[in-house]
């Protein structure tokens, strides 16, 4: 017997409009910014391409003059309920901002922040 996953669209955006994209879909916009955290995370990187039930197609274009390229983003998932849950509760490692302005703590539980929301 073979089995195989539906997986679901739920976002799609250029590489400068991906993170607003997913931020807007799974709630946690308003947490995010309210908390100043993209100055320390990317919200693609540090916290859904390491989530489960997400996949992430990248596809690079140019346009074929300066300033008309980037990578598109497509991100799929299996089980969109649970990501949302997910990325809710997901702890986050460091980014490759310098340790120097990120809060102290950050790397333990970054998106408790996230988990306890109003």
Same mark, same amino acid.
């Given at each position: %017997? *073979?089995?195989? %996953? ?7 955006? $250029? +590489? $400068? ?10 709630? =946690?916009? /308003?947490?995010?910014? $309210?908390? +100043?955290?993209?100055?320390?995370? $990317? ?14 197609e990248k596809e690079s274009w140019d346009a074929?003059? @300066? ?10 998932? +299996?089980? !969109?309920? /649970?990501?949302?849950? *997910? ?5 986050? @490692? !460091?980014?490759? *901002? !310098?340790?120097?302005?990120? @809060? !102290?703590?950050? +790397? ?5 922040? =996230?988990?306890?929301?109003?």
């Open positions: %017997m *073979t089995f195989f %996953m539906k997986f679901i669209k739920i976002a799609s955006a $250029d +590489d $400068d409009m991906i993170e607003a994209e997913l931020l807007s879909w799974s709630g =946690l916009n /308003e947490a995010w910014l $309210d908390h +100043d955290l993209g100055l320390y995370y $990317d919200f693609l990187r540090d916290v859904v391409e390491g989530s489960y039930h997400v996949e992430v074929g003059f @300066p300033g008309r390229s980037g990578v598109w983003h497509v991100v799929y998932s +299996d089980n !969109p309920r /649970e990501l949302k849950k *997910t990325l809710s509760h997901r702890k986050c @490692p !460091p980014s490759q *901002t !310098p340790a120097t302005l990120a @809060p !102290p703590g950050h +790397d333990v539980a970054i998106m408790k922040v =996230l988990y306890y929301r109003a």
